[in-house]
């Protein structure tokens, strides 16, 4: 009930379901297939986390991140959905052109910028928020023992861009730069 009341609430602080030209789930992430959209329904939506349309980030990786976009707008592209990583995940150094919003609710997730390590970065825990602003190379993780589910949003489309080689070190050696 906690963590529904938490959606609810994050959904109802962007306004964007409120937007009249939203466009209802579809999903914009390179190489992910998205449902047809449809115009929003004349007085609201009710969606359990059952009904869904889980989609994979990287359809090469079956047993990689998911998605559920929840609302995405056809005029700019902003959105908010839902991230399902498994637990023990960890992306390659990454970055988005969008400033990403993230409210963890559910497992551990750990995120860590190109000037940060791993090893100091502060465990996400249910409830938490983050902030990663567009442009800024990242990694973002879940803990080991249970998935990671996080509520997202960004004001552009989404899109992942690798960062370069020289961010893409090992753990190891990622937890050795200051």
Not at 90 to 107: C, I, K, L, N, W
Not at 154 to 169: C, E, H, N, Y
């Amino acid at each position: 009930m906690k963590r529904s009341f938490m959606l609810a609430a994050l959904i109802a602080w962007t306004g964007a379901a409120a937007d009249a030209q939203t466009a209802m789930p579809s999903v914009s992430a390179k190489g992910a297939p998205a449902p047809a959209a449809t115009g929003l329904p004349p007085t609201a939506l009710y969606q359990t986390m059952a009904e869904h349309q889980w989609r994979l980030l990287d359809p090469r990786n079956p047993s990689g991140p998911r998605i559920a976009i929840l609302w995405e707008n056809s005029a700019d592209g902003s959105y908010g959905a839902l991230l399902r990583f498994p637990a023990g995940f960890r992306s390659p150094m990454h970055s988005h052109s969008a400033d990403e919003y993230t409210v963890t609710f559910q497992g551990t997730a750990i995120h860590w910028s190109e000037m940060e390590s791993e090893a100091t970065a502060k465990r996400m825990t249910p409830g938490s928020f983050t902030l990663i602003r567009g442009g800024v190379s990242h990694v973002s993780s879940c803990a080991e023992g249970e998935e990671c589910i996080a509520f997202l949003t960004q004001s552009a489309p989404f899109d992942f861009t690798l960062s370069p080689p020289s961010l893409q070190r090992p753990p190891a050696q990622q937890e050795q730069r200051p």
